[in-house]
């Protein structure tokens, strides 16, 4: 109660003395600059005479007529390019890497989905086991081969946690 008396009577000293605890904010004049038009005039401190005061034009009707030209030619590209370069995939048989031992679970998964993909891709899918080396000899194997996207690697959820 004290203390909350004593702020009470300073604030109320200092406003009747009229001296400042801190000095005044701000010191100088302000200037505020403001980058668009305001009401009908240009906007330009130098007197241009277009919007904004150096020549620059706001986006007009050719502005909008040569942009959506633009988008139009650059799609027409994109989809004559993706016809003339297109591959079929897969254009040869699939490697699926299995590192485990026969007759484990990854592979019994492998093996189940070769066939599937064979229909799909109308390809052979062909299944290798590559055990050993805690999944190591397959995995360098996988990093070391082309990367056309013919060779895959089945992993267990261990190995893609790590």
């Known amino acids: 109660m004290k203390r909350v008396l004593c702020i009470v009577i300073t604030l109320a000293l200092v406003s009747a003395t009229g001296v400042a605890l801190s000095q005044a904010?701000?010191?100088?004049?302000?200037?505020?600059?403001?980058?668009?038009?305001?009401?009908?005039?240009?906007?330009?401190?130098?007197?241009?005479?277009?919007?904004?005061?150096?020549?620059?034009?706001?986006?007009?009707?050719?502005?909008?007529?040569?942009?959506?030209?633009?988008?139009?030619?650059?799609?027409?590209?994109s989809l004559a390019a993706g016809t003339l370069f297109a591959q079929s995939y897969p254009s040869k048989p699939i490697r699926l890497i299995v590192p485990f031992a026969p007759g484990g679970p990854a592979d019994i998964q492998a093996r189940l989905i070769g066939p599937k993909l064979t229909e799909a891709w109308g390809q052979p899918v062909i299944v290798e086991n590559?055990?050993?080396?805690?999944?190591?000899?397959?995995?360098?194997?996988?990093?070391?081969?082309e990367p056309d996207g013919h060779l895959v690697q089945v992993i267990s959820a261990g190995f893609a946690i790590n």
Do not use: M
């Not at 050719?62 to 030619?73: N, P, T, V």
């Not at 000899?137 to 990093?143: D, G, P, V």
């Open 25 to 77: 904010y701000p010191t100088k004049p302000i200037r505020l600059v403001v980058p668009f038009a305001q009401g009908r005039r240009t906007g330009s401190r130098r007197g241009g005479w277009c919007w904004g005061g150096d020549g620059a034009r706001p986006p007009g009707l050719w502005h909008r007529i040569l942009q959506q030209l633009a988008i139009a030619l650059v799609a027409l590209a």
């Open 130 to 145: 590559r055990p050993g080396g805690n999944t190591i000899i397959a995995t360098e194997l996988t990093a070391r081969a």
